[in-house]
């Protein structure tokens, strides 16, 4: 990867923290995860002392390490009785994971693609009530229903602070609950190899007090989409053939939602900071910034042309 390209990670936040839980969801995976660690380090001690013993020990504790008894005890009982314990108290730990009937939960349905993410608010029928893309905005302190989906290979939804890992997968949907302790911004990825750029395939989750995110969810309400110049080179460069920007003629299906695009945290799903100069120069090469991405470049516009292009989309909040 390019100094370019870890820049553009750090400046978004990148790599999430993994092992600091942020919401009731992942504070069961974290404490799993803790203990699978310490107790493969103490397996790890008690392999590498019996090594030692077998390598360097007196006759005596040679013979008493290759003995049946010792093979018995920590060959056969001891695995057998740590890994069911271990089994046991991991299924109990993440039982509460599941969604169970009747949860009062936000539902919003997320469908990976290569490499970027759809995310729709779902309304109490299931309905979609609002479009989005490469980020999700959700109120503190209320669980949410992830409805995911995948529009085309296997890929993995993970927010290390909000919850465990969940497979997209096409044909199917898999559920998966999140919940924020407070407000901030928290950081994910999708964690299954899904082709080209997969390691630039970021995610953002802002968490909102219950009052703020009333007030975001009620300026989603569908623009006019503007005017001047930036929209005129948008509808006629074909950028409307890919992207839709509600209240215009833009009503392309291919990429992202661009109605709201100024006020997203990030560009290139999570791995540009959102401003005027990383948004022109995504336009005119994304390629360069994220290779394989399915946005081709657009060397032919001006310095002028990006200008009024960045200024457009970056209005749109």
Avoid at 96 to 121: K, N
Wanted: charged share 15%; hydrophobic share 45%; aromatic share 8%.
């Amino acid at each position: 990867m390019s100094n370019r390209f870890l820049l553009a990670s750090t400046s978004a936040g990148w790599p999430p923290p993994v092992l600091d839980p942020g919401g009731p969801y992942a504070e069961p995976v974290t404490l799993l995860a803790w203990a699978l660690l310490i107790g493969g380090a103490v397996v790890l001690a008690i392999v590498v002392a019996a090594l030692g013993t077998a390598l360097f020990g007196s006759k005596r504790l040679k013979a008493k390490l290759g003995g049946e008894r010792a093979i018995w005890l920590g060959g056969f009982l001891f695995p057998a009785v740590v890994l069911t314990g271990l089994l046991i108290w991991g299924l109990s730990l993440t039982s509460s994971l599941s969604p169970q009937p009747g949860t009062d939960a936000m539902r919003v349905r997320i469908i990976g693609e290569m490499w970027w993410w759809r995310v729709h608010y779902l309304d109490a029928r299931g309905q979609e009530a609002l479009r989005d893309a490469n980020e999700l905005h959700i109120p503190v302190g209320r669980p949410v229903l992830l409805e995911l989906e995948s529009a085309d290979v296997i890929h993995s939804f993970w927010i290390p602070r909000l919850a465990g890992k969940m497979d997209m997968i096409p044909g199917r949907t898999n559920k998966l609950l999140i919940e924020a302790d407070r407000p901030g911004v928290y950081k994910g990825q999708c964690a299954e190899y899904c082709g080209g750029p997969h390691a630039l395939m970021g995610f953002v989750v802002v968490a909102h007090s219950a009052k703020d995110f009333e007030r975001w969810r009620a300026a989603r309400r569908p623009a006019d989409g503007g005017g001047g110049p930036g929209l005129d080179l948008f509808l006629a460069s074909g950028c409307a053939a890919c992207h839709t920007i509600r209240g215009t003629a833009a009503n392309g299906l291919a990429g992202p939602d661009l109605t709201h695009v100024g006020s997203r945290q990030t560009l290139g799903a999570g791995i540009l900071p959102n401003n005027p100069g990383t948004m022109a120069g995504w336009i005119a090469d994304s390629q360069a910034i994220k290779p394989g991405n399915r946005m081709p470049a657009y060397h032919q516009f001006s310095g002028r042309e990006l200008r009024a292009l960045a200024a457009y989309l970056r209005g749109l909040e």
